[in-house]
Nanobody, 121 residues
Framework: QVQLVESGGGLVQPGGSLRLSCAASARAFPNYAMAWFRRPPGKEREFVATISPTGGTVYGDSAQGRFTISRDNTKNMVYLQMNNLKPEDTAVYYC???????????????WGQGTQVTVSS
């Protein structure tokens, strides 16, 4: 089974930045679309961003213009650079993997354990 491990979360003030990382152990990593979802407190999962095996990207409305998803297929890594963070960005952020590009959580076959991001003054 695919194993995904997120890191890089923490506490940051509004307007600050964080970079999340996701490490994948699967040999087939370069063939999968990767994505970031988040779950705010008391809410359902929300799509943040996805990246195709060749680098094409799609962003959710909340991330557009502030977040950047990227991947390094030589290292089996995917990243989420988050700038100009807002309190509304507070959530557990999850890395996910699917066989095709999608913005729907149910289409992703593997998930990481999540990393907490808290934006507060």
């Amino acid at each position: 089974q695919v194993q995904l491990v997120e890191s890089g979360g923490g506490l940051v003030q509004p307007g600050g930045s964080l970079r999340l990382s996701c490490a994948a152990s699967a040999r087939a990593f370069p063939n999968y679309a990767m994505a970031w979802f988040r779950r705010p407190p008391g809410k359902e999962r929300e799509f943040v961003a996805t990246i195709s095996p060749t680098g094409g990207t799609v962003y959710g409305d909340s991330a557009q213009g502030r977040f950047t998803i990227s991947r390094d297929n030589t290292k089996n890594m995917v990243y989420l650079q988050m700038n100009n963070l807002k309190p509304e960005d507070t959530a557990v952020y999850y890395c996910a993997q699917s066989a095709f590009v999608s913005t729907t959580a149910r289409n992703f076959v593997s998930w990481g354990q999540g990393t907490q991001v808290t934006v507060s003054s």
